[in-house]
């Protein structure tokens, strides 16, 4: 029986992925998700509280940008799903930190092809790709997915793991994974999850400057780029359309841009 509803599960999983492929808006110009006046566009889902619930103003827009305040756990959403894009996001870390990361490693994410019910993952998000944001590892890749042949992504990989966790390298080894994380590139084999960490490599800027954060999606594959340097890539990745989620994770971050550009000619040059 539960072999069953296992497969019973996936089936349904593929179903609703196509179906929020062929529905999924694909750009034709400039969309900006975040308009810089209020939340137009997006839903709030708090672990907690559910959705459109945000008594303690989580998400805020503050002299023309988004706050996400970091105490509670949950995501802003948009209401429409998309496909084949660039997303640009310039973010900064605010100080605060809160809850059970209050010592922590400022962390976030930017959760693309998000398919299924809000909360369908660990109760807090939906099921997605995850463009980590995370002090130390910003530009890591997690497949936030229920373990079945619906959610993958492969990412060639460097010979040496960092402890079991694969880390990307163009031209490597190809890895696949139906639920974890591929590091970037220059994550630092020395991470601690530590409030304020940063390696000898890290391409983010210190805290309260702003970075850009950029996930090219063209059909399967996803290229990750943090100020302007590719730092993770993804091959064959399921789902390929959905919504997207900006995390609320236990620490402040401001969003003064996010949005959404239309492929180009270099976009697509590798296809």
């Known amino acids: ?34 308009n810089g006046h209020d939340l137009t566009g997006f839903y709030t889902f708090l672990e907690t509280r559910g959705r459109d619930n945000d008594p303690m103003h989580v998400f805020t827009v503050q002299d ?34 809160f809850g059970r990361r209050a010592k922590n490693a400022r962390n976030n994410g930017m959760l693309i092809h998000s398919t299924g019910p809000d909360g369908g993952f660990s109760g807090i998000w939906m099921r997605s790709l995850e463009c980590q944001i995370i002090e130390g590892g910003t530009g890591d890749l997690l497949m936030l997915g229920d373990g079945s042949p619906e959610f993958a992504l492969t990412v060639p990989t460097a010979a040496e793991r960092h402890g079991k966790t694969p880390v990307y390298e163009e031209g490597g080894t190809p890895v696949t994974v139906n639920r974890g994380r591929i590091n970037w590139w220059g994550r630092d084999p ?14 983010e800027k210190p805290v309260g400057e702003w970075n850009r954060l950029e996930a090219i999606a063209r059909g399967d594959t996803v290229e990750v780029v943090l100020n302007g340097v590719v730092v ?24 003064r841009r996010i949005d959404l550009l239309p492929l180009t000619a270099a976009d697509t040059a590798g296809e």
């Not at 996936?10 to 400039?30: G, H, M, N, Y």
């Not at 020395?190 to 391409?203: I, M, T, V």
């Not at 989620?245 to 620490?251: D, S």
């Open 1 to 34: 029986m539960n072999k069953f509803v296992f497969l019973l599960s996936s089936c349904l999983q593929a179903l609703l992925s196509l179906t929020a492929a062929a529905d999924a808006i694909v750009p034709t110009e400039r969309i900006p998700l975040f």
């Open 64 to 97: 023309g940008e988004l706050r996400i305040a970091g105490d509670e756990w949950g995501g802003l959403i948009t209401k429409d799903e998309y496909r084949d894009y660039r997303i640009v996001a310039e973010y900064r870390w605010g100080d605060e930190a």
């Open 190 to 203: 020395g991470w601690k999850d530590a409030l304020g960490f940063r390696g000898a490599k890290d391409l």
């Open 232 to 255: 993770n890539k993804a091959i064959h990745v399921k789902p390929s359309a959905g919504r997207i989620q900006i995390q609320n994770e236990g620490a402040e971050i401001h969003f």
